[in-house]
């Protein structure tokens, strides 16, 4: 076991000279030049993204997803909430901003479910996932989104997004880990 250990502390890659090869509104790529721990020398294409948050939102027993068109997928999704990181902002304040954009309810309770890389293999990503409590509706009708999303939103119980979620439903990644995380999570009942 602590060859094994010894071997994966010893797996860094050392970066020898990083071109940015694109930088947009909300991502860069850029192409590093590694080091690998044998001496080897390789290449890494590297997305780099702001983060974002997303919200496991209930409301009186419902999971509230939001479906919308995601241009790369090529389809409409059913989604939880969520949202990048804006310059500055912390996790749980964007994570409040999102859930009152893209529904129209904002959590009086919000608990850190944990956190995780949406792609590794090629992005810094990471998403904080947060379970939304006693939500309360603002401005009166629920839904929306910003002004660039076109919204629907879709409230069922646990059960029905596990089912969701087996029968392939779902398929937004930080949605089935934040349903499951949620389900696992051991101070909720």
């Not at 509230?64 to 749980?92: D, H, N």
């Not at 293999?121 to 904080?128: A, K, L, R």
């Not at 989104?145 to 439903?169: L, P």
Request: proline content about 4%.
């Amino acid at each position: 076991m602590d060859d094994m250990n010894n071997d994966i502390n010893n797996m860094e890659e050392i970066k020898l000279n990083s071109e940015e090869k694109y930088r947009g509104n909300i991502i860069r790529v850029k192409l590093d030049e590694v080091e690998m721990p044998d001496g080897r020398q390789g290449r890494r294409e590297v997305v780099e993204h702001p983060g974002a948050v997303a919200v496991v939102a209930e409301y009186r027993g419902k999971l509230i997803l939001v479906k919308q068109y995601r241009y790369p997928a090529g389809e409409a999704l059913w989604e939880i909430p969520a949202g990048k990181l804006e310059e500055g902002e912390k996790p749980e304040d964007c994570a409040r901003r999102e859930l009152i954009e893209e529904t129209g309810y904002r959590p009086t309770e919000l608990e850190y479910l944990g956190s995780f890389y949406s792609s590794p293999g090629f992005c810094d990503e990471v998403i904080y996932l947060y379970h939304g409590r006693e939500l309360v509706l603002e401005g009166g009708e629920a839904g929306g989104g910003d002004g660039e999303e076109n919204i629907i939103i879709d409230m069922v119980s646990r059960e029905e997004a596990v089912n969701r979620v087996m029968f392939n439903q779902l398929k937004d990644a930080k949605t089935i880990i934040g349903i499951l995380m949620l389900l696992q999570h051991k101070d909720i009942t």
